[in-house]
């Protein structure tokens, strides 16, 4: 069965960096785009980043020139690497795929910036 695991979370400081990894499991992991989302406490899941299965990628604003996704297809894994991290990141972050016309989504891995 399709399994995402996220790991990486933790507590950092504003201006830190985090790396954010999901391991991919029970689906033919090169032949899919994935994506990480958030969700704040409060507030409704939003989209972070996306990437394709030929390697584009996309980003909300609010993380444009700060986060990277990237992806492994050899290892079946995609991660977010978050620079100059903010107050506004904390947030639960989970990894997601669609694969056979069905969404998944990890466990999620909470992120705290705070000093």
Same mark, same amino acid.
């Given at each position: 069965?399709?399994?995402?695991?996220?790991?990486?979370?933790?507590?950092?400081?504003?201006?830190?960096?985090?790396?954010?990894?999901?391991?991919?499991?029970?689906?033919?992991?090169?032949? @899919?785009?994935?994506?990480?989302?958030?969700?704040?406490?409060?507030?409704?899941?939003?989209?972070?980043?996306?990437?394709?299965?030929?390697?584009?990628?996309?980003?909300? *604003?609010? !993380?444009?020139?700060?986060?990277?996704?990237?992806? *492994?297809?050899?290892?079946?894994? !995609?991660?977010?690497?978050?620079?100059?991290?903010?107050?506004? *990141?904390?947030? !639960?972050?989970?990894?997601?795929?669609?694969?056979?016309?069905?969404? @998944?989504?990890?466990?999620?891995?909470? !992120?705290?910036?705070?000093?």
């Amino acid at each position: 069965q399709v399994q995402l695991v996220e790991s990486g979370g933790g507590l950092v400081e504003p201006g830190g960096s985090l790396r954010l990894s999901c391991a991919a499991s029970g689906f033919t992991f090169s032949g @899919y785009g994935m994506s990480w989302h958030r969700q704040a406490p409060g507030k409704e899941r939003e989209l972070v980043a996306t990437i394709s299965i030929g390697g584009s990628t996309g980003y909300a *604003d609010s !993380v444009k020139g700060r986060f990277t996704i990237s992806r *492994d297809n050899v290892r079946n894994t !995609v991660g977010l690497q978050m620079n100059s991290l903010k107050p506004e *990141d904390t947030a !639960v972050y989970y990894c997601h795929g669609f694969v056979g016309l069905r969404h @998944y989504w990890g466990q999620g891995t909470q !992120v705290t910036v705070s000093s």
